[in-house]
Nanobody, 127 residues
Framework: QVQLVESGGGLVEPGGSLRLSCAVS????????MGWFRQGPGKEREFVAV????????YYANFVKRRFTISRDNAKNTQYLQMSSLNPEDTAVYYC????????????????????WGQGIQVTVSS
């Protein structure tokens, strides 16, 4: 069973930055496309970003607007989400997701595409 564990969340002031990490218990981590989703209070889970197996291809949600950067370190079985210029609308539980796939399909923004999920981590943007 593949396990995903997020870390790095917490409380940050508007305009601040955070880096989320997602450690994956899978030797073949490099075979997985990795994504980030989030779910705000009273909202549905929404796509944030995805990265291909090698890290060469990334896609972002429109609301990211170059504020977030997704990356991965296959040697450490870990992916990251660097978030900057955070605002209160970014307050949500952030989830790491994984899909064993050679290519990122056109459905990368849909939660149902991913096979494995982390437990989620809270990010709160408030003064």
């Amino acid at each position: 069973q593949v396990q995903l564990v997020e870390s790095g969340g917490g409380l940050v002031e508007p305009g601040g930055s955070l880096r989320l990490s997602c450690a994956v218990s899978e030797r073949t981590f490099s075979n997985y496309a990795m994504g980030w989703f989030r779910q705000g209070p009273g909202k549905e889970r929404e796509f944030v970003a995805v990265i291909s197996r090698s890290g060469s291809v990334t896609y972002y949600a429109n609301f990211v607007k170059r504020r977030f950067t997704i990356s991965r370190d296959n040697a450490k079985n870990t992916q990251y989400l660097q978030m900057s210029s955070l605002n209160p609308e970014d307050t949500a539980v952030y989830y790491c997701a994984a899909k064993p796939t050679p290519l990122i399909s056109e459905t990368y923004h849909e939660p149902g595409m991913y096979d494995y999920w982390g437990q989620g981590i809270q990010v709160t943007v408030s003064s």
